[in-house]
């Protein structure tokens, strides 16, 4: 299992960014996918972005071109660049990681979430 801390959430006026980071105990090493939900007062938990252990990144459609994922993995830390920040984006987020079992299920590690307010 991998323990997920999240940091870096706030409120930000529309138009604004806001960094996101993720660090994971003991490491990032092992883990095959990691990446961003989130979850909005009333709603399911979406996926915002991942990153696999290879670099390979993917991205919801409705933050495409304004939010970047990347990962440390010699610090163990995962981080979201939040750009252009809307009110839509208003949320919690919670990272997480997957870890591939030697019987070829995955685990999924989450953090404790972190809060995106963004007012207009």
């Known amino acids: 299992q991998v323990w997920l801390v999240e940091s870096g959430g706030g409120l930000v006026q529309a138009g604004g960014s806001l960094r996101l980071s993720c660090v994971a105990s003991?490491?990032?090493?092992?883990?095959?996918?990691i990446g961003w939900y989130r979850q909005a007062p009333g709603n399911l938990r979406e996926l915002v972005a991942s990153?696999?252990?290879?670099?390979?990144?993917n991205y919801a459609d409705s933050v495409k071109g304004r939010f970047t994922i990347s990962r440390d993995d010699t610090r163990n830390t995962l981080y979201l660049q939040m750009n252009s920040l809307k009110p839509g984006d208003t949320a919690v987020y919670y990272c997480y990681a997957d870890q591939l079992r030697p019987n070829g299920s995955t685990f999924t590690s989450w953090g404790q979430g972190t809060q995106v307010t963004v007012s207009s």
């Open positions: 003991p490491s990032t090493r092992g883990t095959s996918v």
């Open positions: 990153i696999s252990s290879s670099g390979v990144t």
